[in-house]
């Protein structure tokens, strides 16, 4: 696939507007020749410690009426999510499970592999790994298994209106 293909993708493009939605001036999306569906994908393609690649992850709870409500976690390559922490982080009073495919796409838009931190249908509660901070620069997806954006730490708690959690993640 192009670098104008993956970028006029239209997940890669509603990150794009989101960006744009938050003053971000300029094309920050990275169109990448190969697969960034892991965190060492994507590090082995941008030549950055995988510590540095912001892993979307999304996560189940209960919520009214039987529904599942979908909560995020935004965690650095190198690190696991503690879901015991995440629950904690953003006052469920449960643990959240793993999300399966149909809650992740209804939440956030994205498909598994290319989950995006911005540019959802709704806000999602959001917990970010406060251990990302040791990394001047981050990426994270950008809609598409090819395409990522570069941002900062404080930048990722603006833009997502996250919490910070230094306790989410554990080696």
């Given at each position: 696939?192009?670098?104008?293909?993956?970028?006029?993708?239209?997940?890669?493009?509603?990150?794009?507007?989101?960006?744009?939605?938050?003053?971000?001036?300029?094309?920050?999306?990275?169109?990448?020749?190969?697969?960034?569906?892991?965190?060492?994908?994507?590090?082995?393609?941008?030549?950055?410690e995988v510590g540095a690649i912001v892993k979307s992850l999304v996560?189940?709870?209960?919520?009214?009426?039987?529904e599942k409500q979908a909560v995020m976690a935004l965690v650095a390559?190198?690190?696991?999510?503690?879901?015991?922490?995440?629950?904690?982080?953003?006052?469920?009073?449960?643990?959240?499970?793993?999300?399966?495919?149909?809650?992740?796409?209804?939440?956030?838009?994205?498909?598994?592999?290319?989950?995006?931190?911005?540019?959802?249908?709704?806000?999602?509660?959001?917990?970010?790994?406060?251990?990302?901070?040791?990394?001047?620069?981050?990426?994270?997806?950008?809609?598409?298994?090819?395409?990522?954006?570069?941002?900062?730490?404080?930048?990722?708690?603006?833009?997502?209106?996250?919490?910070?959690?230094?306790?989410?993640a554990k080696a």
């Amino acid at each position: 696939m192009s670098s104008a293909a993956i970028l006029e993708n239209a997940s890669v493009k509603r990150v794009r507007e989101a960006l744009r939605l938050r003053g971000v001036e300029g094309e920050r999306v990275i169109a990448l020749d190969g697969a960034a569906r892991t965190a060492a994908e994507a590090a082995a393609a941008l030549g950055c410690e995988v510590g540095a690649i912001v892993k979307s992850l999304v996560f189940s709870c209960p919520a009214e009426g039987g529904e599942k409500q979908a909560v995020m976690a935004l965690v650095a390559g190198d690190r696991q999510c503690n879901v015991e922490m995440l629950g904690r982080a953003l006052g469920l009073g449960v643990t959240p499970g793993r999300a399966d495919a149909d809650l992740v796409r209804r939440a956030t838009g994205f498909a598994i592999g290319g989950v995006a931190p911005l540019g959802h249908p709704e806000q999602l509660p959001i917990a970010i790994d406060g251990s990302l901070a040791r990394f001047p620069l981050l990426h994270a997806a950008a809609g598409h298994p090819h395409a990522v954006f570069p941002l900062t730490y404080d930048e990722l708690l603006e833009w997502t209106g996250g919490l910070a959690a230094p306790d989410l993640a554990k080696a």
